[in-house]
């Protein structure tokens, strides 16, 4: 999560608004610095060496030559007194001997490599020095001799002044300063627009995430505003069609299966009417049939068996439409439910055909709709009795989910092709659709009664041969509003 | 041999189980429509009803409550179209005694009819005993005569109401399940709908004047199933 949201695009443009802004920060930064840096040191540096030229020049004529160390001594002060503010130290030199105005100052800006410098040039020698935390500027000269015409000549009279350039350096400083300060600025400006300009592209697509997420909730009438004339915009705009377009098929759908389900009740509604004249009257017919010639007979016999297949399809019928309508209530009532299997299995005359493993009475109970949990084993046991072979056997138990209730019956199993088909409604395993017994739709009458309790069934073959049915009920629920009314 | 009022506006059903009921010995009386049943049944006294819910004209639902309204204890069997949820409890609470749904075998109908009627007749569960009239608060149930008073006014209770007030009352105190009562009052040995039961509790404690909140006789046991309590 945390990744993610680094990797975002609000992330993105900050950092990458950010690094504009530095960039250009700091390369007008460091340029404006580097001249004007250049242009306030040049300048103080060519003013001192003016000024102490002039010095020179006026104070060198007092000079004897050679001169002694007392007067290189006074040499130096008085060129080091015209500067008004006192700071000048300067060192003067001849051969061995030298005069400093700072009488016992060690002058160790003055370096060997300057002091050659002005002894081999008559040129003027300069030279910045940083030490002890100041930066200083250091001047060395040569006093010549000479007229306009004639040649100068090299007295051996060397002269250093040393200046210290607190107000330059302080000029610098503050440039940095200033500079530092606009880059800071100019960073933060950066930071507040590109979160203005994640704000302008992200809010769309918040919203469009928030839509999307409603539409896939199913809440199909879910519609964008739609601002502006942008890409954003139509975004917003195709995502608007494309949910029109969506609601308008799954509303066609909808309709459509609703009239499909309406189709199947009303066809197994009007079914009921004659098969209730029908099934009155099978009891009849068979009674009858002991008296009647063999042919009609088997004709009378077969139209009573067809009968109450024809009844029991219609039942099944409007049973699944009532789950497909989401009309299939629980009316949950707690039971001893080895006792319900005890009663499905003897109501129906199976008791002496399939074997139990049933807990002792009231170590299983819970809270189930019994006449669906009837149907459920009925259909299950009766299935294993018709498809698969004796013995059948019913096991009840407690899993982790709830009570665990397995049919196995010892028949070839299902085939593996057929396994995962078991409970779709009249799924017939064999090309042939040989009709069987059954209306088609009972196993999956059974997962529609187990999903309904909100438990699971699966259908599997045993390795020891023959297909286990497992269904799995869960047994303690808080009271519901399902319950019954009392 | 019972005497079996068929109300039924279907001429094919009406007359396949006509056929099929005299053929398990019972004198049926068929008529097509609410009026003409209310009319024959004065002329005709039968021991039981089977009654279509959906009629047209006056409804089955109709017919029931103008039946009780003149015989609390004439047996009633719906005969209506499975799991019409609303009209099977409406059904039940307008005083039905008991449901088949339609198709139905004859033999299936049979056993219903035959079930209420036994219950008609009075062979109420018993303890030895027992006295024959006992009283609790200002209720007395005389197991004998088969006749229950409240504060001294006999009340007229329809044959599953009275069995299943004598089955709770014997035994004060005791929870018995839906399931338990459905075996003893209606005798179903299938898993019968524990509709038929609440929606019995809830005629009873309508006869015997039971405050809705708080039922002074019968108590409700949440999720499991009712209780007789002597106030």
Not at chain 1, 7 to 17: D, K, N, S, Y
Not at chain 1, 164 to 171: D, F, L
Not at chain 2, 62 to 85: K, N, S
Not at chain 2, 145 to 167: D, M
Request: aromatic share 4%.
């Amino acid at each position: 999560m945390r990744k993610r949201r680094l990797r975002g695009l609000r992330a993105r443009l900050v950092v990458a608004f950010g690094l504009v802004a530095a960039v250009a920060a700091i390369s007008t930064g460091a340029l404006t610095f580097r001249e004007a840096r250049t242009g306030v040191l040049q300048q103080s540096q060519d003013a001192t060496i003016r000024q102490l030229r002039a010095q020179l020049n006026q104070h060198a004529t007092e000079l004897a030559v050679p001169p002694e160390e007392s007067a290189l001594r006074e040499f130096a002060k008085d060129v080091a007194a015209t500067e008004s503010q006192g700071s000048w130290r300067v060192l003067v030199t001849y051969g061995d001997r030298s005069g400093s105005s700072a009488p016992g100052d060690p002058f160790t800006e003055v370096t060997p490599a300057l002091r050659e410098a002005v002894g081999s040039s008559q040129a003027t020698v300069f030279q910045r020095v940083r030490g002890e935390g100041r930066t200083s500027l250091v001047v060395g000269m040569s006093i010549l001799f000479g007229g306009r015409d004639t040649a100068a000549a090299v007295t051996g009279v060397h002269v250093f002044l040393v200046v210290p350039q607190t107000t330059e350096q302080a000029y610098v400083d503050a440039l940095v300063t200033a500079v530092e300060r606009a880059m800071v600025v100019a960073l933060a400006l950066a930071v507040v627009l590109a979160l203005l300009a994640a704000r302008g592209v992200l809010v769309p697509v918040r919203k469009l995430r928030f839509a999307t997420r409603r539409i896939a909730e199913g809440r199909l009438d879910t519609r964008l505003a739609v601002n502006g004339s942008d890409e954003l915009a139509d975004l917003s705009h195709t995502f608007n069609e494309t949910a029109a377009a969506l609601e308008t098929s799954v509303a066609e759908l909808r309709e459509m299966e609703a009239r499909a389900r309406r189709f199947a009740a009303d066809v197994s509604h009007e079914l009921r009417t004659p098969l209730a004249a029908m099934s009155a009257v099978t009891d009849v017919l068979d009674e009858d049939a002991a008296r009647l010639d063999p042919d009609t007979a088997t004709a009378v016999r077969l139209i009573s068996e067809e009968t109450i297949k024809l009844a029991r399809l219609v039942d099944d019928l409007m049973e699944i439409s009532r789950f497909d309508a989401g009309a299939a209530v629980l009316h949950l009532d707690e039971i001893d439910l080895a006792e319900s299997i005890r009663r499905t299995l003897a109501a129906r005359g199976w008791t002496d055909t399939v074997a139990t493993d049933l807990p002792p009475p009231h170590a299983v109970r819970g809270r189930v709709d019994p006449r669906r949990v009837d149907v459920v084993v009925a259909n299950l046991v009766g299935n294993a009795l018709k498809h698969g072979a004796r013995p059948v056997q019913v096991r009840l138990s407690v899993g982790g989910a709830g009570a665990v209730i397995e049919v196995r019956d010892s028949g070839p199993g299902i085939p593996h092709d057929v396994l995962p088909h078991v409970f779709e409604r009249f799924y017939k395993s064999d090309t042939a659709r040989i009709r069987s017994e059954g209306s088609g739709l009972g196993l999956s009458i059974t997962a529609e009664n187990v999903r309904i309790h909100g438990g699971t069934v699966r259908a599997a073959n045993h390795p020891a041969g023959g297909a286990v049915f497992t269904v799995e009920l869960p047994l303690w629920r808080d009271e519901s509003p399902e319950e019954n009314p009392s | 041999m019972s005497r079996v009022l068929l109300i039924e506006d279907d001429p094919a059903v009406r007359e396949g189980v006509a056929l099929a009921l005299r053929r398990q010995n019972h004198d049926v009386a068929a008529t097509a429509t609410g009026e003409e049943g209310m009319d024959r049944l004065r002329a005709f006294r039968p021991d039981i009803v089977v009654l279509d819910l959906m009629l047209p004209g006056m409804t089955g639902l109709d017919v029931c409550r103008g039946i009780r309204a003149v015989d609390q204890t004439l047996p009633i069997i719906m005969a209506t179209a499975r799991g019409e949820e609303v009209d099977i409890v409406v059904g039940l609470e307008a005083g039905a005694d008991d449901y088949v749904v339609k198709p139905v075998l004859a033999r299936v109908l049979d056993a219903r009819i035959r079930a209420v009627l036994r219950r008609a007749s009075g062979s109420a569960p018993r303890a030895e005993g027992l006295p024959k009239i006992d009283t609790y608060g200002d209720l007395a149930v005389d197991r004998a005569g088969l006749t229950v008073a409240l504060n001294g006014e006999p009340i007229a209770l329809a044959p599953s109401e009275l069995r299943l007030l004598l089955t709770l009352s014997a035994s004060p105190g005791q929870v018995f399940s839906r399931q338990q009562l459905l075996e003893a009052v209606w005798e179903h040995d299938y898993h019968g709908d524990a509709r038929l039961v609440d929606a019995c509790v809830k005629r009873l404690r309508t006869k015997m004047s039971e405050p809705p909140r708080a039922p002074r006789y019968i108590h409700t046991v949440r999720g499991f199933g009712y209780r007789f309590a002597a106030p």
